[in-house]
């Protein structure tokens, strides 16, 4: 019978996200994992079978951490709000002092080695996920009059998406945030009206 796991698996998943946020996959070692998470490798391949299902555990870990954020970008009144609770929302987490700058799912995959090509689209699959519910989202506010029938809602979506995804690449390098939030109305200037 297997030994119960004697660790909280919420609180070491969020220790191991630290070091694959700061370092990437490739540059996240078992040393600094085992490390920030005070296990022992062996603890580590028991619970989670090797360092990459580790990594897949911590994406769940990190969409269930934006959960809230998803739904209540989702929850927006309009097509017009939900773009805004996007950016704006994420720039606040972008910058967060008790996490690393940036986003997980763009700082993790910045290189793959020949060994590890699939994490690349591990973390496409989890961005993806994004941005199917977000494209659903706006064709529901396209339904209901927010925007012309002529605009696409698939290519707002990846629209917002490359918004979202440019700041957090410039949070990481340490942009303020008043100037994330400029880039961001400087986005939405372009916003398609409602139908009339």
């Avoid at 909280?8 to 946020?21: I, Y």
């Avoid at 998406?161 to 690449?169: D, H, I, W």
Wanted: glycine share 8%; net charge negative.
């Amino acid at each position: 019978m297997a030994r119960p796991r004697v660790f909280d698996e919420e609180e070491v998943l969020d220790r191991a996200m630290e070091v694959f946020w700061r370092h990437g996959y490739e540059g996240a070692s078992m040393a600094e994992l085992t490390k920030a998470m005070d296990l022992n490798s062996p603890s580590i391949y028991a619970a989670f079978g090797s360092k990459r299902g580790l990594f897949d555990a911590v994406l769940d870990r990190y969409r269930e951490r934006r959960a809230a954020h998803r739904e209540h970008v989702l929850a927006g009144a309009d097509a017009r709000e939900v773009a805004q609770r996007l950016l704006f929302g994420a720039i606040e987490w972008f910058v967060d002092p008790q996490e690393p700058l940036g986003c997980l799912l763009i700082q993790a995959g910045r290189s793959a080695g020949v060994n590890n090509g699939d994490v690349p689209g591990a973390i496409l699959r989890q961005r993806g996920k994004t941005r199917e519910v977000l494209t659903e989202r706006l064709k529901r506010a396209q339904a209901e009059g927010d925007f012309p029938s002529s605009i696409d809602p698939a290519a707002l979506a990846r629209y917002l998406l490359m918004v979202f995804s440019g700041l957090a690449l410039q949070a990481a390098e340490g942009m303020p945030k008043a100037e994330l939030r400029e880039s961001a109305e400087r986005a939405l200037i372009g916003w398609p009206a409602r139908e009339i």
